[in-house]
């Protein structure tokens, strides 16, 4: 049966552990796998088979002055070398299908698993961690299927062998029998520290990837408030991280690698020199002698052979474990219930003590950003704590009606999808009335320089920091939710721009219920209600200059984050 990659449907991966992944893209490319075995180990078998017929032509042709069965055994010698190119060209087309299919199904898994988390994913993993995933990870399993081919054949040749060895001399086939299961067990302990720091190396590599993704989105905005050397010194720190990671890798691969050179070498001479003393005994005829050494030397093929499947599958162990770390990844609930909330609907969150009020503009400023985000991923349901239900009009969010279109969060690691602008910040709904969200987010001036129907390429690279949350501002109030839920909408405008998206935001939203996160003075003076969160609970509330007077530690979150923005500059 012609062997084939897999197409549409990759099959449900078992992500319960890294070894279950590994051996479930095993078995859904059993077939390829199995004859490759085969091609291998008559490869394998035709190498193993030099030795003894090299042996008889020097006993039958040499040593007899035979020159007929020297002539049969250089035919069967030609023919042996025949025999291991064929077979090595079928074994090695079978690992390569087998290293394709392992990495492509993998990539087809990953990418059907980013799909279904959809938004999620950016706020349960890196970017530098997905694309670690998609560029080293799916090599390394690739390679670990492939390597499984040769290490298996390896284990069938080894057992063959010293059996033959074992019928040639049984002093020397001995010694190769006790001593492969003591290479191995010497060996064995080395790939522990090897396992720990290139999971290690890997885990450091994702980080790295995630700080040089932040710095190529964010370059604009770093160049607008000067930040480039900043974080140029922390993605350098990072990378000497990464290397020491590597060098300390690279330390236990280079014990594996002399280990491999050195333990077969001990075994070879040991072979070499019980089979030598029974040649000058008389025991051996030289042809056997010959035929002894070129076992034991061909013994160092599959051992060294075993030593790299070893290394493959370790590497190929910690990136399974990657990646069944996403397809473990559960996407947000979605609300599917069907009980309309009372009228009018106030937004509760009993874990923080949070009660967002019907049709008003609330702030939320938090002692810590962590505790805002946190807060506002409850709002949305986005994460849920057991026995502390966040509540819309009296019905806790998983038995609300069309929880999706009455609740909205937008946060700044929100995308913008690719194509024509006005179409993006309307969602593909042609009824959405966009001139009125672009006009409260300030992004008048941006759809006026590239135009309504200017092409978004992907992520919306092609504007600034600054203009990208502008914009995904406009989409969010275009989308016109019950409950619209904004955290720091505008942490990378200028003041002046900030102040108009304020006002206008106040009045746009006037009826509607909406809670901006922030700790940004000029929203939350106008804000209607401001609320003051810290440890993740509601310590005051009242307005913006109440509290200025009647709470220092509002006032101190508020005035930081304004001598931040003066001590910075805005994008």
């Known amino acids: 049966m012609k062997d084939a990659l897999p197409t549409v449907d ?41 030795p ?28 042996l070398f025949g025999l291991q190119a064929a077979a090595g060209a079928m074994r090695h087309r079978r690992a390569v299908f087998c290293w394709l299919s392992a990495a492509y199904r993998t990539v087809q898994v990953v990418t059907r ?20 995933v998609g560029v080293s990870d799916v090599e390394h399993i690739g390679s670990a299927l492939e390597v499984v081919i040769r290490g298996t054949a390896s284990v069938v040749m080894i057992m063959v062998v010293i059996a033959l060895m074992l019928a040639t ?14 290479i191995l067990l010497v060996g064995a302990p080395l790939l522990g520290p090897y396992r720990r720091r290139t999971r290690r190396l890997r885990e450091l590599i994702g980080e790295l990837n995630t700080r040089a993704t932040d710095i190529v989105a964010g370059l604009r905005v770093l160049r607008g408030v000067g930040g480039e050397k900043l974080f140029a010194a922390r993605y350098r720190e990072q990378s000497q991280r990464v290397r020491r990671a590597g060098v300390d890798a690279a330390r236990a691969e280079s014990m594996l690698a002399g280990a491999e050179v050195l333990l077969p070498g001990l075994l070879t001479v040991a072979v070499v020199w019980l089979g030598t003393r029974s040649a000058l005994a008389g025991a051996m005829s030289p042809g056997e002698l010959v035929t002894v050494y070129g076992y034991a ?38 609300g599917e219930g069907d009980r309309e909330p009372a009228r009018p609907a106030d937004l509760v ?54 929880l999706r279109e009455r609740i909205i969060v937008a946060v700044n690691e929100d995308v913008l999808l690719s194509g024509p602008l006005t179409a993006t910040l309307a969602c593909g709904d042609p009824a959405r009335d966009v001139d009125a969200a672009i006009a409260t987010a300030s992004a008048e001036d941006i759809v006026a320089e590239v135009g309504r129907d200017a092409h978004v390429v992907e992520a919306g690279r092609e504007f600034s920091g600054g203009q990208q949350q502008r914009l995904r501002l406009a989409r969010a109030l275009a989308a016109d939710p019950e409950v619209l839920v904004l955290v720091e909408p505008t942490s990378a405008v200028d003041a002046h721009t900030e102040a108009r998206i304020a006002d206008r935001l106040r009045r746009m939203r006037a009826g509607r219920t909406t809670l901006v996160c922030t700790t940004s003075p000029l929203l939350l003076d106008r804000a209607e209600h401001v609320v003051f969160v810290e440890d993740g609970t509601v310590v005051a509330e009242g307005t913006h200059r109440d509290l200025l007077d009647a709470e220092p530690r509002y006032a101190e979150a508020v005035t930081r984050n304004e001598t931040a923005d003066r001590a910075h500059g805005t994008a």
Do not use: C, N
């Open 10 to 50: 990759p099959g449900d991966p078992d992500h319960r552990s890294p070894g279950r992944y590994l051996w479930w893209l095993a078995r859904h490319q059993s077939g390829p796998l199995l004859r490759g075995i085969g091609w291998g180990v008559l490869w394998m078998a035709s190498l193993a088979l030099i």
């Open 52 to 79: 003894p017929t090299i042996g008889r032509a020097i006993d039958a042709g040499v040593a007899a002055r035979d020159v007929g069965a020297l002539s049969i055994w250089s035919a069967v010698l030609l023919g």
């Open 113 to 132: 698993q980013a799909t279904r988390l959809g938004a999620a994913l950016s706020r349960r993993i890196s970017a530098g961690e997905v694309v670690s």
């Open 169 to 182: 001399d049984l002093g020397a086939g001995l010694a190769a029998l006790a001593g492969v299961p003591v």
């Open 297 to 334: 030397v061909f013994l160092v093929i599959p051992m060294a052979t075993l030593a790299e499947a070893a290394d493959s599958l370790t590497k190929g162990h910690v990136a399974a474990s990657r990646v069944v770390a996403v397809l473990a990844l559960e996407p947000e609930p979605e």
């Open 349 to 402: 969150d009993p874990l923080s003590g949070l009660v967002v009020r019907h049709g008003r503009l609330t702030a939320l400023a938090a002692a810590s950003a962590a505790d805002a985000r946190a807060i506002a991923d409850r709002l949305g349901r986005y994460t849920e704590v057991e026995g502390a239900d966040v509540t819309y009009g009296g019905v806790p969010l998983r038995d609300l009606a069309r």
